[in-house]
């Protein structure tokens, strides 16, 4: 499962790359940014259903949808 910071590190890649100021130079837009990271499996959630939970809770209680930014 992913963490913050490991969330963070992949959404600052564009900007730290260059990539978000070439786009504003070209005119083009890198948003909405999709960020991959691969999702627990069947087992892992029949198996720590309760930390799954807890991840859950905590990558959307720091969501945009909650904190208004983001």
């Given amino acids: 499962m992913i963490t913050l910071t ?7 890649r564009p900007w730290s790359s260059g ?3 070439r ?3 070209q005119g083009e ?3 909405p940014l999709e960020i991959t ?3 627990p499996s069947g ?10 939970r807890d991840w ?3 990558l ?5 949808a909650v904190k208004g930014s983001g």
């Fill in 6 to 12: 490991e969330l963070q590190k992949k959404s600052l």
């Fill in 19 to 21: 990539a978000f100021l």
């Fill in 23 to 25: 786009s504003v130079l």
């Fill in 29 to 31: 837009s890198l948003f």
């Fill in 37 to 39: 990271f691969r999702k």
């Fill in 43 to 52: 087992k892992v959630l029949s198996q720590e259903f309760v930390k799954v």
């Fill in 56 to 58: 859950i809770a905590l």
């Fill in 60 to 64: 959307h209680s720091n969501s945009k």
